[in-house]
Every structure is written in C-alpha cells, then in structure tokens.
C-alpha cells in the first residue's frame, strides 16, 4: 500500500496531498501516463517535480526529464535553491497531469509493471513519519 510523505515540506503546505498521473503533451504520446507524483497541495501550477516526491516508475536522475515514448525533453534536473531540494524543472505546456485516488495510484503501478522510485521516500507497506 501507498503511504503518503509526511514531513515538514508537507506541513508547510497545508498538510494536504494529491497523487497526479503525468503525461507527455506531444501528440505522439497520446495518454500513456510515464509517472506518478505526489503534489503536496499548495495552489498553483505544477513548475517542478521534487525528485523524492516522484512514486513510480523508477528513475535515474538525470540532466533531463524526458518522456519514455517520443524522448522529448519535458524538464530540467537542478536544485530548488529555496528548500536545497533536487528537483525538475518544468518546461512549459510539456505535461498534462490527472488527480487519482491511492486506490487507483496502486492499481496503475500494477497494471503497467512500474516499481517505486528508490528516490522516493515512500515505499510500498511502509508507514511514512
């Protein structure tokens, strides 16, 4: 089972969670979703993705966030200087996000073989602090 981070970056930002299906805007990519993330609900646009907050698939980090499908370019791996937090930065108009349960998060994560983000502090039957 899923298991929301609960730390003080959460805290911080109401202390509310949503988990977003991505996917690539390019018209190739249709709707394959390429990750599931964990957008501690603060109001406003998505503009980067914290590294630890990615749940699945596994990733690598690297230089560029690129969609499996058409290896376009979708963001830029940098640290957030604010919260000396590694993160994505977001090109604009690359990704389309869906809220999704906990429920149909694990059910995603099943159905397309995806495993949890070593980078991610949430873990599978793991309760988070």
């Known amino acids: 089972m899923i298991q929301i981070i609960k730390d003080s970056y959460f805290v911080t930002r109401g202390s509310k ?12 990519c249709g709707q ?3 990750m599931l993330y964990q957008k501690d609900d603060y109001p406003g ?3 980067r993705l914290y590294v630890n907050r990615c749940i699945a698939p596994r990733i690598e980090p690297g230089t560029y966030l690129t969609c499996p499908t058409c290896r376009k370019k979708l963001g830029l791996l940098y640290t957030y200087e604010k919260e000396n937090r590694i993160a994505y930065k977001l090109f604009a108009f690359e990704i389309k996000k869906k809220v999704i349960s906990l429920k149909a998060a694990e059910r995603l994560i099943s159905s397309l073989g995806w495993n949890i983000n070593p980078h991610s502090e949430m873990r599978v039957g793991q309760k988070s602090q």
């Open 45 to 47: 646009l998505l503009k």
């Open 17 to 28: 969670s949503k988990i977003l299906v991505l996917f690539c805007a390019g018209t190739l």
């Open 32 to 34: 394959t979703p390429f």
